[in-house]
């Protein structure tokens, strides 16, 4: 098992950055992949960012791209998430998620942390 704990999101005016933590514990593998979602009040939940154990492979949503901005600290089992430039529509809770291996599932999941971004 695998317990993910997220933090770091609140309320922010359009323009301003916000930083999201999440930190593992239990159960975590060297191989595992940490990704971040979001999901808007009646809109399906989608993907943001990921980014593997060595950070060599990091990846965005179209959407975000040069605004946001994904990292980790093996050391301290945390992935973070730099919002910078934020926007209305990037108003959502915002969930981290862990996989154990580059090609599995996102098997672990956060309970979430809201952000949101006034106009």
């Known amino acids: 098992q695998v317990q993910l704990v997220e933090s770091g999101g609140g309320l922010v005016q359009a323009g301003g950055s916000l930083r999201l933590s999440c930190t593992a514990s239990?159960?975590?593998?060297?191989?595992?992949?940490m990704g971040w979602f979001r999901q808007a009040p009646g809109k399906e939940r989608e993907f943001v960012g990921s980014?593997?154990?060595?950070?060599?492979?990091?990846d965005y949503t179209d959407s975000v791209k040069g605004r946001f901005t994904v990292s980790r600290d093996n050391a301290k089992n945390t992935v973070y998430l730099q919002m910078n430039s934020l926007k209305p529509e990037d108003t959502a809770v915002y969930y981290c998620?862990?996989?154990?291996?580059?090609?599995?599932?996102?098997?672990?999941w956060g309970q979430g942390t809201q952000v949101t971004v006034s106009s």
């Open positions: 998620a862990v996989k154990m291996t580059p090609r599995g599932k996102y098997i672990y």
């Open positions: 239990g159960r975590t593998f060297s191989s595992n992949v």
């Open positions: 980014i593997s154990w060595s950070a060599d492979t990091i």
